[in-house]
């Protein structure tokens, strides 16, 4: 069992009759209160205190003039009352060493400091020694007297005072120096350690002694207004500087005194007690400064007596020029014995200062130590979940790299990464870097849908763009967000995370999406879960595998689309060939017999239809159209290469009904007399114009006869190796093939870089643009350009879509040709149409529509309508919008033979081909 004082305090505050009688039964068995020699006991516990308070160069200086330190072993004779207060600063000293909470135990010393040397405040400062400043720790400590007569017997007993009528010890006016030898607290101490009390009890928790303290001493003191004062300035200011502390008994005497809150709040400053406060031996010997206390106002009797200010011609006489204060009137001051408690208890404070800084290291320390311990913690754990995301990805792995096909690999991810991360739903989209597209290839539920979007558009665009992850908790927040798949589908998306697949080379091969993340069982209920960052890291690395495995296929592809090229290419080569120079050799001779005049090569009713496909008249109007526009000139084409290289692509025209050489060379005069015009000058450049000539040269080479759907029904050699715009793309490689046999045929061979990579560009688009189904899908573009006036010919895209039409309407040239040479010219189309639907019979296929039946042969006036409704006059309706003036003729033409066409349509005589209209 330990003693408790402060159980003990805590009884005698509760109890103070049953404390008056014990107190009183113990004087009676011992006689009254013991005596003790004048100096004897009190006066050599002041001494022995003194000697361990106080350093040795600290003084004090009083009323600006500095004295040393009179303590009671140093000559200033104290009662015997003075081992009260030492009595009181041991257990003071108790509560120092049972708190570690600095501000409580500071504002609890203080506090009981204003009380016991009788001062109206009291405030620490600490120094920071960053700024060379001191700041507020606590301010104001008012004195805890002023109150109700219950509290003042706690505030009392709590100071070691006599509650209920026993003298106060520290009083020494009040009582004979007989009875001051024990005080009363040492009295109740020992009346009850002697009858070896119940109320002795178990040590209490010091966080239940600071709470007291703390309690007590947040009553009388204001809020820590964070005051700071540069060292050296004014009265704590000067503390701090010297080191030495001062009672100053006049403060408006004293220049160090700055007024200025005095002026604000009212108060009146008399007397002002000011020390330094010492921590442990610094480096250079000498105490460490921690901080500055200052008591302010001595009030009623001190612990020895009353120093008054009444005299005019004192020493320590009021300044008579200070407008605040009355002059007359009187005030009490700090004494000696009021420094040498202060000093006492300052002592304690900096213990307790040395205390929180040293339990603040160990907090730290062991704070440190607690992170370290959970790092450790973490780090196992990421260890182990990342240990078992390696067997998992190396599972993933195996599944994924045994496909050697995309669009099921492409399956496999899709449901894979489903399960993997708990996904309600998930897409994939592959990246086309060069025509800035994004792919979609979804499977989802057994659902396959495919669909192409532009890479500067959504969630997909932007983390293809970027390679930045978007992990979106609510999808409808983000403005990237496209909500009208959402709408198609009636289908809610909330959580999306998308992530980049990486090409093992460079750059971004696809993107992989999950929408919509799935409840678990910690899910809280009414909540949506959301993809977290474990998610992203995990879906990452699985995209990393997705992006191997997908450059794995794309190969394994792109070596089967080179076998199928070359096979292609071996069958193409079988039928065809370049020129051979006895064809060459002849050409040139019978070249003069076959010009056509210039005049009549300009018109844009000149009809290459009027020569048969083989012969060599069409050869050399188009040897002559190269010629006139200077295209030789321009780009250092020999004539002897122009020539060859005419031979050459007629030479790999098929002889099919229509799409033969002779339709190749009319597209080509077509466009021929709409660059001679200048109608293109303000849509194109020079270099775009000489691409598109090669483009209509070229936009049917090797025709087999048979359209675009023929193909795929067919699965022919061509339908696999290209997916859309089949036969398009089959002219367009090619024409390529050509260009790359030689220097005696490739006439882009002298072309700057720049150059050569634009016009195969040109080419491309011009060639592909000849596919109606391209038509359909750009003339709303169009229509949006002409209805709002906005084309831009600094604008790609715009140019694009201008050489589409062209192209078309070329393609078309017929359509606005005399009507005779135009009627002939639509029964070779018909003709060729029937051969491939006599074909599709034949192999068992279903029609590709009703041009192709030859049994509708009498129903072609009607068709033709129709073909001109719905394709022929928009497109020239578009071309006239997009060129004016230059065009007028074209569409009036245009609209002339359809005028012929209803006519027949109307005059219900059933057609057939060479009949006499």
């Known amino acids: 069992m330990k003693f408790d004082e402060w159980a003990v305090r805590r009884w005698l505050d509760s109890h103070p009759e049953q404390a008056r009688t014990l107190i009183a039964e113990h004087l009676a068995k011992h006689g009254g209160v013991g005596q003790t020699e004048p100096g004897a006991g009190g006066e050599q516990l002041a001494r022995t205190g003194s000697a361990q308070a106080f350093p040795r160069e600290s003084s004090i200086s009083t009323g600006g003039v500095s004295s040393g330190v009179m303590s009671p072993g140093g000559g200033l004779a104290l009662d015997s009352s003075s081992s009260h207060h030492y009595e009181l600063i041991f257990d003071i000293a108790k509560m120092v060493y049972s708190s570690l909470d600095l501000q409580t135990v500071v504002e609890s010393v203080l506090s009981i400091a204003v009380n016991l040397v009788s001062a109206e405040r009291c405030s620490l400062f600490l120094l920071d020694k ?131 809150i005095d002026r604000q709040t009212g108060f009146k400053t008399n007397s002002i007690l000011c020390l330094p406060i010492f921590g442990p031996l610094a480096e250079d010997g000498q105490p460490e400064l921690v901080g500055v206390a200052s008591l302010v106002n001595k009030t009623g009797s001190g612990p020895i007596g009353i120093r008054r200010v009444n005299s005019p011609g004192s020493l320590h006489s009021l300044n008579q020029s200070s407008p605040f204060l009355d002059h007359t009137d009187d005030h009490e001051v700090f004494t000696e014995e009021d420094t040498f408690l202060f000093k006492n208890l300052l002592v304690l404070v900096g213990i307790a200062i040395k205390n929180s800084k040293q339990y603040e290291l160990t907090k730290k320390a062991q704070l440190e130590a607690s992170e370290l311990a959970a790092r450790n913690k973490v780090l196992y754990e990421t260890a182990r979940q990342e240990t078992e995301k390696g067997k998992v990805m190396l599972q993933l792995a195996d599944t994924l790299y045994r496909e050697d096909d995309t669009k099921e690999l492409i399956r496999k991810i899709i449901v894979v990464a489903k399960d993997l991360m708990g996904a309600d739903k998930a897409s994939f989209f592959t990246v086309n870097m060069e025509k800035q597209q994004l792919h979609s290839s979804v499977f989802d539920s057994g659902t396959e849908s495919s669909f192409v979007v532009p890479l500067n558009k959504g969630i997909a665009g932007y983390v293809a763009s970027s390679g930045q992850i978007v992990n979106l908790r609510d999808a409808y927040t983000d403005e990237r967000f496209n909500p009208e798949v959402d709408v198609k589908t009636n289908y809610r998306t909330r959580s999306m995370l998308s992530v980049p697949v990486p090409s093992p080379k460079s750059g971004i091969v696809g993107v992989a999406n999950l929408i919509n993340k799935l409840p678990t069982a910690a899910t809280p209920e009414g909540e949506h879960p959301y993809f977290s960052e474990q998610d992203e890291a995990i879906f990452s690395s699985f995209a990393v595998f997705c992006g191997l495995a997908l450059h ?98 007629r030479k790999n025209y098929r002889p099919v009904a229509y799409h033969n050489f002779t339709h190749a060379v009319s597209v080509t005069h077509a466009f021929y007399t709409l660059v001679i015009s200048g109608a293109l000058d303000a849509v194109s450049d020079l270099t775009e114009q000489f691409a598109m000539f090669v483009a209509c040269l070229n936009h049917d080479i090797d025709h087999r006869g048979t359209n675009n759907q023929f193909q795929k029904q067919a699965h022919t050699e061509l339908a696999s190796f290209y997916s859309t715009s089949t036969m398009e793309r089959h002219h367009f490689n090619h024409a390529m093939m050509i260009l790359s046999q030689g220097t005696g045929i490739n006439i882009l061979q002298h072309l700057n870089t720049s150059d050569y990579e634009k016009v195969l560009k040109v080419i491309e688009s011009s060639i592909l643009a000849t596919d109606l189904g391209m038509f359909f899908g750009n003339r709303g573009k169009v229509k949006a350009i002409l209805d709002g006036g906005t084309f831009d010919r600094a604008s790609p895209e715009h140019r694009e879509l201008v050489r589409g039409v062209i192209m078309t309407c070329c393609d078309l040239g017929a359509m606005f040709k005399p009507w005779e040479m135009s009627r002939k010219t639509a029964d070779s189309v018909y003709e060729e149409f029937f051969q491939q639907g006599d074909e599709e019979k034949r192999l068992g296929m279903r029609l590709s529509g009703e041009l192709m039946d030859r049994a509708k042969m009498p129903e072609i006036p009607r068709m033709q309508l129709d073909f001109y409704n719905f394709v022929v006059t928009p497109a020239f309706e578009q071309l006239f919008g997009l060129l004016g003036e230059p065009v007028k003729a074209l569409l009036d033409a245009v609209m002339a033979n359809r005028a012929k066409w209803k006519e027949l349509k109307e005059s219900g005589v059933p057609y057939k081909f060479g009949m006499d209209v």
Request: net charge negative; aromatic share 6%; proline share 7%.
């Open 130 to 260: 960053a700024t060379n400043e001191l700041y507020t720790l606590a301010f104001d400590v008012r004195n805890m007297d002023d109150g109700d007569p219950q509290q003042q017997q706690h505030h009392a007993l709590a100071l070691g005072q006599n509650p209920v009528g026993i003298a106060s010890p520290h009083l020494s006016h009040h009582h004979s120096p007989g009875h001051g030898s024990r005080s009363p607290m040492s009295l109740a101490r020992s009346v009850l350690q002697s009858k070896n009390s119940a109320l002795i009890a178990e040590d209490i928790e010091s966080i239940e002694r600071t709470r007291h303290f703390a309690e007590e001493a947040s009553k009388n003191h204001k809020p820590n207004p964070g005051i700071r004062i540069p060292v050296g300035s004014g009265v704590a200011g000067y503390v701090a500087l010297t080191r030495q502390g001062l009672n100053i008994r006049d403060a408006y005497s004293d220049p160090r005194f700055n007024p200025t």
């Open 552 to 649: 794995k296929t794309m190969m394994l592809e792109e070596l089967e689309k080179q076998r199928t090229r070359l096979a292609l290419m071996m069958e193409i080569m079988s039928f065809h060939a370049t020129v051979r120079e006895d064809e060459a050799q002849h050409m040139r001779q019978v070249l003069p017999n076959k010009i056509t005049p210039l005049e009549t090569l300009r018109s844009i009713m000149f009809d290459p239809h009027v020569f048969p496909h083989s012969d060599e008249a069409l050869a050399a109007v188009t040897y002559q159209m190269f010629l006139d526009l200077a295209y030789g000139t321009r780009y250092e084409v020999p004539n002897e290469q122009v020539l060859n290289y005419i031979l050459t692509v």
